[in-house]
């Protein structure tokens, strides 16, 4: 069973600060993907990234892949409380279909 | 942009009622999912179909079933509702092949007393 571990659970920071969040794993992926999901609402894809080493941009949020494909990191430049909501990193392995979901990171920002 | 619509947004049933959850896409989509969320656990896969009349069990397909006539339409049952499926349920949908993200649905949050 593969499995991806998120970290930090919860965290929650002052509007103008960084963050990092990880999504780490013993297995192989052959894609990940990034979601956030806001209270009451189903996730919304934010990022996917396929290739060992790669990193996206995507305004202030960078994300990156790790070059063995078996963990990823999300890092938001100076956080601001529309950035608020759990992320959620997703890992597909063999299959076509399946995605392996983390628990997820909670994140609030604090105005 | 596709939209994916779950019939209801909150339901309360009664213990040993049987329950349907139902979502809709208005895309050709072929891959379609069903997930619950609880605090702590994450999202569990229940079923998926790949293809109209086709489904395959997910993670936890215990007390559960599904059924999709149309490809447009994937039902979730809970064929006799217990307290432990009590939960927020997510339907979502996927063009094939390997790198396509998921389109989620708003979710349905289930309460069964």
């Known amino acids: 069973t593969q499995l991806l571990e998120q970290s930090p659970q919860f965290l929650s920071i002052q509007e103008g600060e960084n963050l990092t969040v990880y999504c780490n794993s013993s297995?192989?992926?052959?894609?990940l993907q990034w979601y956030r999901q806001e209270p009451g609402e189903g996730p919304v894809l934010l990022v996917t990234?396929?290739?060992?080493?790669e990193v996206k941009k995507l305004k202030r949020l960078t994300f990156q892949f790790g070059d063995a494909r078996k963990d990823s990191s999300l890092h938001i430049t100076a956080a601001q409380p529309g950035d608020t909501g759990l992320y959620l990193c997703?890992?597909?392995?063999?299959?076509?279909?399946?995605?392996?979901f983390g628990k997820g990171t909670l994140l609030t920002v604090n105005p | 942009d596709v939209k994916v619509t779950q019939s209801s947004r909150y339901l309360v049933k009664r213990t040993g009622e049987k329950v349907f959850l139902e979502c809709v896409q208005d895309?050709?989509?072929?891959?379609m999912f069903w997930y619950r969320q609880d605090p702590g656990l994450g999202l569990r896969l229940i079923y998926f179909?790949?293809?109209?009349?086709?489904?395959e069990k997910g993670d936890i397909p215990e007390g559960y079933s599904v059924s999709r006539e149309k490809k447009e339409r994937f039902s979730l049952i809970l064929e006799s509702a217990s307290t432990n499926q009590t939960s927020m349920y997510l339907c979502?949908?996927?063009?094939?092949?390997?790198?396509?993200?998921?389109?989620f649905g708003s979710g349905t949050r289930l309460t069964v007393v």
């Open positions: 997703a890992g597909r392995g063999g299959s076509n279909y399946k995605l392996t």
């Open positions: 297995s192989v992926f052959s894609s």
């Open positions: 990234v396929v290739t060992g080493g």
């Open positions: 895309m050709d989509h072929e891959n």
């Open positions: 179909s790949y293809d109209v009349k086709m489904k």
């Open positions: 979502a949908t996927q063009l094939p092949g390997g790198l396509y993200g998921y389109t």
